[in-house]
């Protein structure tokens, strides 16, 4: 019997070391598919981070073209120049349309709520585009019909309105940029919390196969240490199915002797009974 249940728990650890592999290999996919999307969120990260960083250089050119537009002192000319001012602006703020449409912002954003704010912001913001690069089209075109007289009302006007409008634009920008950084920082943070879980749950596995492999080996060192095991233990269950078959035998002689006892003993009894009838 020991040796069977040996060769069972041997078995059974064979049996657990192959179940913690296959976890540790599951465990270890999951790790690499993880580090995959890590690596796709810090790109991602590192993209958001540039266009906030090329939009902050572009903020201080066009206040350095804001600060030379100053110093024109004809306000046709300046009208000219403030538009091809704003025309460099769009074309920079079409860049950064396409930069973030590479960003896969439905990817990015797994919050239903945010990514559906996020959406309306982007189209909102990218509808602004085009529509005041169709505007500053025909502004430009006007241009040439305007007086020297008019320009520098016309100029004044027009100022603020350009003011209004690139507010506007820069207002929806940043608020698509914060909301995409901040979830891009929510995910990298989850991710990196469960890359941690999950080199926990290595070491566990890892742990749980070393423990298993030293009780085979101490099993295995074990069977190679008691050699004629088995043969005593045939042995002694032998000798246990001798004795209890002796013990059958002598109870089996003891009963038989009983049953003659008894047969004998009413036969007596029913020949004393003959004998007194027949008198």
Known sequence: ????????????????????????????????????????????????????????????????????????REHKQKLKQKAIDIQENLAMENEILLKLENLELDRVIHDAMNRQQVKESFEKYANLVKMQQELEKDREKELDFVFDSEAKIIFERQSEVWKSEEKDRQNLL????????????????????????????????????????????????????????Q????????????DE???????????????LSTQKKHFVEASTIGTHRFY
Request: proline content about 1%; glycine content about 0%.
């Open 231 to 242: 043969f005593q233990q045939e042995n002694i269950k032998l000798k246990d199915l001798d």
């Open 1 to 72: 019997m020991a040796d069977v249940d040996d060769l069972t728990e041997a078995e059974l650890h064979t049996k657990l070391i192959k179940e913690q592999m296959e976890e540790l290999k599951q465990k270890e996919k999951e790790v690499e598919t993880l580090q995959q999307i890590l690596d796709d969120q810090y790109k991602k990260k590192k993209s958001v981070e540039e266009i906030l960083d090329w939009h902050l250089q572009e903020e201080s050119r066009r206040l350095a073209r804001e600060c030379a537009l100053y110093n024109i």
């Open 245 to 259: 078959l002796e013990g059958i035998e002598i109870e089996e002689e003891w009963l038989k002797k009983e049953v």
């Open 174 to 229: 940043k608020e698509v940029l914060a909301t995409v950084k901040q979830q891009i920082e929510d995910n990298l943070e989850k991710n990196r919390e469960r890359q941690r879980e999950l080199e926990r749950e290595k070491e566990e596995h890892e742990k749980n196969i070393q423990a298993y492999n030293e009780e085979l080996e101490k099993l295995s060192r074990d069977k190679e240490n008691n050699p004629n095991r």
